[in-house]
């Protein structure tokens, strides 16, 4: 039978239930199919993501890690026995120091006469002395006193230099603390100038000097999952590994690495002919993905 317009009933007549079933039957397989295809690329893309992350955070904390232990005085590392806290004196300048008098160009047009019993350092009791030649700090101001809590150590020659700057042991191989610095402009060469005066206890061979500004901690938390950096805290003889407790809560805490779930750090001391060697170790793990950076670290021990 036709309609109105000689069109059959079954021409103009839309999709069957059980067609429309069958498409979307169809449809869902190829969804599924095409999900289970997809899945694996997505999840992978998202594990590299992952452990990229860790990696960058694992190497800026390492890096920022290597920096301080090579501005380390010598002789002045040490690693707690849980192989968990690390610390160091940090050095924020050095040079030689003038051992005897004498006259730099002489005859010549930049003469300058260094004989002046405060210019050269005596090892008999110093308030001055000088460096030869200039600091290269740009940090430092001539005419103006060394940032405060900065020690001048010359030869610390054993780990006994943390018992001598705890003490302020005179003679010693570091300043005390209360000894405040002060940087002069003696014609071609820097003065250093001390409130008080100190006998260093032992003469370089190379007349080496080093300025300390600070102890530096690394202290890891796997409880917290952080790697904590401290430093400005006041000098112990033994070993501060407590972060709540003084002196290391005296100090300026700054966070190194979250996301952290194991470190260790091991130090083999070195002599005066062999470097010592720091070797760091940081695991960082965020949901499955996990990674494990080593880095080991020449120490000069020779001062």
Known sequence: MTGPHGQSRAGRRGFSIVELVTVIALTGILTVGLANVLQHPMNGYA????????????????????????????????????????????????????????????????????????????????????????????????????????????????????????????????????????????????????????????????????????????????????LWRIEGYPVTSSQPTDPALPPLSDGSHARAADRLESCAFDYVPGSPSRSGLVTLTLVLASGNERVRLLQQVEIRNAP
């Open 47 to 226: 594990a590299v993501s992952r452990r990229s992350e860790l990696v960058a955070l694992a190497d800026l904390a390492i890096g920022r890690m290597v920096r301080d232990l090579r501005r380390a005085l010598p002789n002045s590392v040490r690693v707690s026995s849980s192989g968990r806290v690390l610390e160091l004196l940090h050095t924020s300048g050095g040079g030689r120091y003038r051992a005897d008098p004498g006259v730099n160009d002489p005859g010549g047009p930049n003469e300058v006469d260094h004989s002046n019993g405060s210019d050269w350092l005596s090892f008999g009791g110093d308030t001055s002395f000088n460096l030869i030649g200039r600091f290269q700090n740009p940090a430092f101001i001539r005419g103006e006193a060394l940032p405060s809590g900065t020690r001048i150590a010359i030869y610390p020659s054993s780990a006994g230099i943390w018992t001598e700057a705890a003490l302020g042991t005179n003679p010693g191989s570091i300043t005390p603390a209360s000894t405040t610095l002060s940087l002069a402009d003696d014609g071609d060469e820097d003065q250093l100038q001390l409130s008080q005066e100190h006998r260093f206890a032992l003469e370089s061979p190379n007349a080496r000097l080093y300025l300390v500004d600070t102890p530096i901690t690394f202290l890891c938390d796997p409880v917290e999952g952080t």
